[in-house]
Each structure stands twice: as structure tokens, then as C-alpha cells.
Antibody, heavy 117, light 112 residues
Framework: QVQLQQSGAELVKPGSSVKISCKASGYTFTSYDMHWIKQQPGNGLEWIGWIYPGNGNTKYNQKFNGKATLTADKSSSTAYMQLSSLTSEDSAVYFC??????????WGQGTLVTVSS | DVVMTQTPVSLSVSLGGQTSISCRSSQSLVHSDGNTYLYWYLQKPGQSPQLLIYKVSNRFSGVPDRFSGSGSGTDFTLKISRVEPEDLGVYYCYQGTHYPWTFGGGTKLELK
């Protein structure tokens, strides 16, 4: 069965960076895009971008250009998202999700990022 | 960006009852390839969203036939019949036709 296991909650300082991981299992990692989504309380869901682990191609929501960087390690079937220059606006739950037919089908459990001094 | 507007924002329903949620997009969701990439998700309390309906009206694997999707162009509806306790949570529509892909604001389904 498809599983996406995300790394644990992070408490980080303003101005710093954080890297979240998403380990995939139960399917061929290099055959599906991986999608990243942001959820802030009361603000719904925002699409950040996707990466195709097969060749490293990426597509970003322009809003997150310069904020999020997506990478993938084929050898460990793990996708990563690095968030930089963190502010309180980046405090949120971040999900990875497998992409199929231009939409997420299976989702990770979410990683809470809290930006606070 | 395509704005996805869901109505109502919240909904109260009796167990065993029927209800529907509307989702309207600010642009047609028909892609140049002929497909309409409109999806529905349910996020139960404390969980990740789960896919219910893909491409307007197709139920995802394991989704009961109590859930049905319909619509075209810019107007879409999710219907839930014979509501059960596990149906409670926040429902989101999502479009994958136009970049950036966007979600609706959500509809919270509660018990009456």
C-alpha cells in the first residue's frame, strides 16, 4: 500500500531554514510526481509545487518561488522540501502527497513547522 | 489564479440524511486535453485530506457510493447521501487544470 512518512515537527527561529522529508513506499517512487501543500489554521490549503523524482523536474507556485526548494533522492525514495528565510507566515502544517492525474491521491501525515524566537 | 468558491461554509446534517456542497471556479476547468481536473477531498479532524472524487465524478478507490460528484465548466457539486458519522469533517474542492493549482476554502460538515 502507498505510504508517505513525513519527518517530525520543527521549531525554528525567524530567518533560518528548515528541511522537511517525505519517505515514500509501496509504489515506484520515480514514476509519480510528489506534490507539496501548505495548510495554515483558518487559511485552507495552498499548493506549493511538485517534483518529478525520475528526472528532478520541478514546478512551483510563483508565490513560493525563493521560499521553497524541492528535491528528491531516488536511492532512498525520499522527497524533501527546504523552506528558507522563515517568518511567522511560514508557520503551518506542510503535507507531501503523491500526484496522479494532476492531483494528490495519497498524502503524508503532515509536518508542523513553528517559526518562533 | 483560479478562485474556487465553496458554499456553504458550514453545513449541519442529520445522520442518514442527504446533503450537497457547491464549488464554483472563476474560470472554466476544461483543460486543453479535454479533461476537467476537478477533485473533492475530505479532511477529518486531526487527519490529512483524503481523495474522494477525481475528475468531477469518479470515485476514488474504496470511496462508498454514497458520495457522488457532478458538474461541468465552472459549476460543480458533491452530494453525500445516507450521511454516516465518519463523513464529518471539512470538504475541499481542488482544480488541477490551471497553474497554480488551487483549493476551495472548505465546507465544514457537522451533525445536527
Amino acid at each position: 500500500q502507498v505510504q508517505l512518512q513525513q519527518s517530525g515537527a520543527e521549531l525554528v527561529k525567524p530567518g533560518s531554514s528548515v528541511k522537511i522529508s517525505c519517505k515514500a513506499s509501496g509504489y515506484t517512487f520515480t514514476s509519480y510526481d510528489m506534490h507539496w501543500i501548505k495548510q495554515q489554521p483558518g487559511n485552507g490549503l495552498e499548493w506549493i509545487g511538485w517534483i518529478y523524482p525520475g528526472n528532478g523536474n520541478t514546478k512551483y507556485n510563483q508565490k513560493f518561488n525563493g521560499k521553497a526548494t524541492l528535491t528528491a533522492d531516488k536511492s532512498s525514495s525520499t522527497a524533501y522540501m527546504q523552506l528558507s528565510s522563515l517568518t511567522s507566515e511560514d508557520s503551518a502544517v506542510y503535507f507531501c502527497a503523491r500526484l496522479k492525474r494532476r492531483a494528490p491521491d495519497y498524502w503524508g501525515q503532515g509536518t508542523l513547522v513553528t517559526v518562533s524566537s | 489564479d483560479v478562485v474556487m468558491t465553496q458554499t456553504p461554509v458550514s453545513l449541519s446534517v442529520s445522520l442518514g440524511g442527504q446533503t450537497s456542497i457547491s464549488c464554483r471556479s472563476s474560470q472554466s476547468l476544461v483543460h486543453s486535453d479535454g479533461n476537467t481536473y476537478l477533485y473533492w477531498y475530505l479532511q477529518k479532524p486531526g487527519q490529512s485530506p483524503q481523495l474522494l472524487i477525481y475528475k468531477v465524478s469518479n470515485r476514488f478507490s474504496g470511496v462508498p457510493d454514497r458520495f457522488s460528484g457532478s458538474g461541468s465548466g465552472t459549476d460543480f457539486t458533491l452530494k453525500i447521501s445516507r450521511v454516516e458519522p465518519e463523513d464529518l469533517g471539512v470538504y475541499y474542492c481542488y482544480q488541477g487544470t490551471h497553474y497554480p493549482w488551487t483549493f476551495g476554502g472548505g465546507t465544514k460538515l457537522e451533525l445536527k
